[in-house]
């Protein structure tokens, strides 16, 4: 018998060639997994008020119209606030994400420029990123309700306007300078403690020049109609403003130009362009009038005149009206705070002596300078206030009220014309009546009767004119023209009594010839007729001595 057959034992291999197929489906898969994740952006959460047209997984977030991330999830904040979005960035837009970068929704809008965002009628709404240059990096953003006015590196300058809440002044407002539009309101801002509101202007370049130090800045309100004691006016904005409103700016007639503006530089917000203009004359002379005509139709801002030319205006009327006045005990005027501002004269002048004015004014009061309130419209009743010098007044003594000096007063044109009126009554009440009555009723005899003298003669007229008489006087006339006709027609040249008369004239003419020789010698011999003619010797010359 052969031996049986025997196990061999071999030693197996540790790790099998089989597991090489899942291991490198497993490093694939994690190469896959870091490529992934190599490729996604960073994440980032947009704060919104309002989420409408807003969907997870579609809608997209773009710069310059490129896609840049697309939002991956919209809810709703813990305190049901506002939503929260939820978007994930793609990686070339994580250097975009810093403090100055803005998100606002793009949709349309129907707004003071026109309308914008037709183009996500149909693709749906998406948000719109602008780049910021900060280098401090952000991830949590708020959506802006309305798209930014200009880039936040946008070359221009931005300054800070304050105003009072009764200037309707709203982002995306045009700011214009004589109509041209040069910037935007970027912001506006209600300051509940200041009680103001505070604007952020942008003015584009190259219109950054036009703001200088001496600048104003007013509403624009698109037109203005004013009818007041300088006359009627009308003034017309550009056509933005005048659907919208906005700011305008500019330069007062009687200031410098300035330096160039600074940025963030503060300016405060007039109502218009009035207003402005006077708030520009920051030094001045204060006065009272003691007013003792009615001061109806003189408001506050009304213009104060010297002969035609402003010198100041009209700051409260009344004003402190229960103070004890002067001479209380013998009237009892009204007080008008007025305005007299010397810069008016001379624009050039910076630093006013104010008490060199004063005393220059005290010595005009001495010669008659007194005020007087005049009506600047008849139409609506407006009144100023007039200075002029005035002969035959009483002498004014310095006086005060309220810590403010006196500027001596007179009555105005409406007084004078009622007192004139008054002083016409007053004589015609004085006239004795009876006698001029008397008179005027026998004059109104002698006109009744010289009325119906008149009306007689006109009967008689009437019927000389009714005779039949009279009426044929003009067939008589015509008988009589045509009559002289017929006789002058028997005169001209073709009828036979004008060839008979010229015969006769041409006979008459001969005769005369023929008589001349008869009359020559009647002239020198009267009886030649009765005796022969004398015939005269030849005259003989005389001989030579």
Do not use: C
Request: overall charge negative.
């Amino acid at each position: 018998m052969s031996d049986p057959q025997r196990a061999e034992r071999r030693t197996q291999r540790s790790l099998s060639p089989i597991w090489i197929v899942p291991l490198v489906a497993v490093l694939i898969g994690a190469w896959m997994i870091y490529d992934n994740l190599s490729r996604l952006g960073p994440s980032i959460t947009l704060i919104i008020d309002n989420a409408e047209g807003i969907e997870a997984g579609k809608t997209l977030i773009k710069t310059r119209n490129v896609e840049v991330g697309r939002v991956e999830r919209v809810s709703l904040s813990d305190d049901l606030g506002h939503a929260v979005i939820s978007a994930r960035m793609s990686p070339q837009a994580e250097a975009m994400l810093n403090d100055d970068t803005r998100f606002w929704v793009v949709k349309p809008r129907i707004g003071r420029e026109g309308v914008s965002g037709l183009g996500t009628v149909l693709s749906g709404a998406y948000i719109q990123l602008l780049p910021g240059n900060s280098d401090q990096g952000r991830r949590e953003f708020t959506v802006l309700e309305q798209p930014p006015v200009a880039p936040p590196d946008a070359p221009g300058l931005r300054i800070n306007l304050v105003s009072q809440v009764g200037n309707a002044i709203s982002t995306g407002d045009p700011v214009t300078y004589q109509g041209y539009t040069v910037g935007r309101v970027e912001d506006s801002r209600f300051d509940p403690d200041k009680r103001e509101m505070r604007h952020l202007l942008y003015i584009q370049s190259p219109y950054d020049v036009l703001v200088t130090t001496t600048t104003r800045f007013w509403t624009g309100s698109g037109v203005d109609v004013r009818l007041d004691s300088q006359g009627f006016r009308v003034n017309v904005a550009s056509l933005e403003s005048l659907v919208g409103g906005g700011v305008t700016f500019g330069v007062p007639d009687n200031a410098a130009m300035g330096h160039k503006a600074k940025p963030g530089a503060t300016y405060v917000l007039f109502p218009d362009e009035d207003s402005a203009n006077e708030g520009s004359y920051e030094q001045y002379l204060e006065y009272v009038l003691l007013v003792d005509d009615t001061v109806r139709g003189l408001s506050p801002g009304a213009p104060v005149e010297y002969r035609g030319v402003r010198i100041g205006t009209v700051v409260s009327v009344p004003w402190n009206f229960t103070a004890p006045q002067p001479d209380s005990l013998s009237r009892f005027a009204i007080p008008v705070l007025i305005r007299i501002e010397p810069q008016r004269f001379d624009d050039s002048v910076e630093d006013i002596d104010t008490e060199d004015w004063y005393q220059r004014l005290d010595r005009m009061f001495g010669h008659g300078l007194r005020a007087s309130l005049k009506a600047g419209n008849l139409l609506t009743g407006a009144l100023f206030v007039d200075l002029n010098f005035h002969q035959d007044v009483v002498p004014f003594q310095r006086m005060s009220f309220v810590e403010r000096r006196v500027f001596p007063t007179t009555s105005g044109s409406f007084a004078q014309i009622e007192q004139k009126v008054s002083n016409l009554l007053d004589k015609f009440n004085n006239l004795e009546i009876e006698p001029i009555l008397g008179t005027l009723n026998a004059t109104l005899e002698s006109t009744r009767q010289t009325m119906e003298k008149v009306n007689g003669i006109a009967a008689s007229l009437d019927a000389l004119l009714a005779d039949p008489a009279t009426g044929q006087l003009p067939d008589n006339a015509n008988a009589t023209l045509r009559q002289l006709r017929d006789t002058l027609q028997g005169f001209s040249p073709d009828s036979q009594g004008y060839n008979e008369l010229t015969q006769t004239l041409s006979r008459l003419e001969k005769l005369m010839r023929d008589l001349q020789p008869v009359v020559r010698t009647l002239n020198d011999q009267p009886n030649a007729l009765i005796f022969d003619k004398k015939l005269t010797e030849d005259p003989q010359p005389r001989a030579a001595p």
